[in-house]
T-cell receptor, first 114, second 110 residues
Framework: DGGITQSPKYLFRKEGQNVTLSCEQNLNHDAMYWYRQDPGQGLRLIYYSQIVNDFQKGDIAEGYSVSREKKESFPLTVTSAQKNPTAFYLC?????????????FGEGSWLTVV | GQQVMQIPQYQHVQEGEDFTTYCNSSTTLSNIQWYKQRPGGHPVFLIQLVKSGEVKKQKRLTFQFGEAKKNSSLHITATQTTDVGTYFCAGNFGNEKLTFGTGTRLTIIP
């Protein structure tokens, strides 16, 4: 199946630990994004990458890090510096066409700090 | 900063009534997109509007993009229980960085 795969779906982290959320796509899309969603709220951009080996900070990048060594993969690390990491994390990739861009989201990862 | 405001935050309607959610930006958008997120799910792309004054329809859903490309609306006619969810707009300011509105959560009273 083509699409975006996020793992794990549920993750518990102790305070002070780093965790890495996986995002893989087989859609051959250049651009990939990470968003954070808090309960009952909208999506806030953490990091985005328009091409391999390049990425930019979004609106709430502090306490997060990413890498883009392969086109298919855009992992997000939630570091211990992130003060309030409990949230729903969504990875997305973009299909570009003449008619415009379409975003495809993964199913998301729920991170809970215990 | 580049922000997209969306109202209302919540909307409860009787099944069969109409529903509208609105998005506004302080600056001109290059395009705007609409998404639907079912409870417990992930956002799903509905449509993209690019041209000034553009109107697009998908069955009972009507999407509009303002003449100044600063506002947009999504209107659902005769809501059904399957319409339940949160509807988000997302504005593109021309820098490949989509900015999402806060969403409108729609609940349907049977």
């Amino acid at each position: 199946d083509g699409g975006i795969t996020q793992s794990p779906k549920y993750l518990f982290r102790k305070e002070g630990q780093n965790v890495t959320l996986s995002c893989e796509q087989n859609l051959n899309h250049d651009a990939m994004y990470w968003y954070r969603q808090d309960p009952g709220q909208g999506l806030r951009l953490i990091y985005y990458s328009q091409i391999v080996n390049d990425f930019q900070k979004g609106d709430i990048a502090e306490g997060y890090s990413v890498s883009r060594e392969k086109k298919e993969s855009f992992p997000l690390t939630v570091t211990s510096a992130q003060k309030n990491p409990t949230a729903f994390y969504l990875c997305a990739s973009i299909a570009r066409s003449r008619g415009g861009n379409t975003i495809y989201f993964g199913e998301g990862s729920w991170l809970t700090v215990v | 900063g580049q922000q997209v405001m969306q109202i209302p935050q919540y909307q409860h309607v009787q099944e069969g009534e109409d529903f509208t959610t609105y998005c506004n930006s302080s600056t001109t958008l290059s395009n705007i997109q609409w998404y639907k997120q079912r409870p417990g799910g992930h956002p799903v792309f509905l449509i993209q509007l690019v041209k000034s004054g553009e109107v697009k329809k998908q069955k009972r859903l009507t999407f509009q993009f303002g003449e100044a490309k600063k506002n947009s609306s999504l209107h659902i006619t005769a809501t059904q229980t399957t319409d339940v969810g949160t509807y988000f707009c997302a504005g593109n300011f021309g820098n490949e960085k989509l900015t999402f509105g806060t969403g409108t959560r729609l609940t349907i009273i049977p």
